[in-house]
Nanobody, 126 residues
């Protein structure tokens, strides 16, 4: 059974760093594009970064560009999101999602992903 498991969420002070991990279990994770999304209560889930299947290119939304870095494969079957210079507005539940996404760039739209993890909470506060 295909499963995604996120970890790494925590409470951190503004300016701090966290590294989120998304582990794919039960399928060929490297063959899937993976997106990171976040959601604040009362707001829509927002796509913030993605990485194409098989080591393809990455995308970021402007609000996290130059602060967050998505990477895959270390360790195997893992996609990580390194988050630096965190701000209070980064506080949210963070989700990873996966889909085959055979053509074009990876997607930052919820509807493009079939498989989702359970989320990990990130709180940025002093």
């Amino acid at each position: 059974q295909l499963q995604l498991v996120e970890s790494g969420g925590d409470l951190v002070q503004p300016g701090g760093s966290l590294r989120l991990s998304c582990v794919g279990i039960g399928f060929a994770f490297d063959h899937y594009s993976v997106g990171w999304f976040r959601q604040v209560p009362g707001k829509e889930r927002e796509g913030i970064s993605c990485v194409k299947r098989m080591g393809g290119p990455t995308r970021y939304v402007d609000s996290v560009k130059d602060r967050f870095t998505i990477s895959r494969g270390d360790p195997d079957h893992t996609v990580s999101l390194q988050m630096n210079n965190l701000k209070p507005e980064d506080t949210a539940i963070y989700y990873c999602a996966a889909d085959l996404n055979l053509f074009g760039d990876c997607e930052l739209t919820m509807s493009k992903y079939k498989h989702w993890g359970q989320g990990t909470p990130v709180t940025v506060s002093s």
